[in-house]
């Protein structure tokens, strides 16, 4: 079992910054892919960025591509979000999650992770 908890989210103005953190516990060393979902009202789910827990390659969901950049300390057990520029548009419950095997291609769908935080709001106001 991996328990992932968010933290950092918050209110801020269009353009703005915020950092978002999840730090993992429990079998954390069975992680191979961490990554970055959001749901906005009315919408689902939807893949924001991903990385691999033993290499620095990264992936983007074209929305969010050269204004966010997902990153990870692995002594730490945590997986951050810089969200740079921010829009009305990323206002969303921003999720964690972990993968438990190796996947050749970046894992961009719901169902290719298996574990989960609680969430953490961002609301951007224009």
């Known amino acids: 079992q991996v328990q992932l908890i968010e933290s950092g989210g918050g209110l801020v103005q269009a353009g703005g910054s915020l950092r978002l953190s999840c730090a993992a516990s429990?079998?954390?060393?069975?992680?191979?892919?961490m990554g970055w979902f959001r749901r906005a009202p009315g919408k689902e789910r939807e893949f924001v960025a991903t990385i691999p827990r033993r290499l620095s390659t990264t992936y983007y969901a074209d929305s969010v591509k050269g204004r966010f950049t997902i990153s990870r300390d692995n002594a730490k057990d945590t997986l951050y979000l810089q969200m740079n520029s921010l829009k009305p548009d990323d206002t969303a419950v921003y999720y964690c999650?972990?993968?438990?095997?190796?996947?050749?291609?970046?894992?961009?769908?719901?169902?290719?992770?298996?574990?989960w935080g609680q969430g953490t709001q961002v609301t951007v106001s224009s």
């Open positions: 999650a972990s993968r438990g095997s190796m996947s050749f291609f970046y894992p961009v769908r719901e169902s290719e992770y298996d574990y």
């Open positions: 429990g079998r954390t060393f069975s992680m191979y892919h």
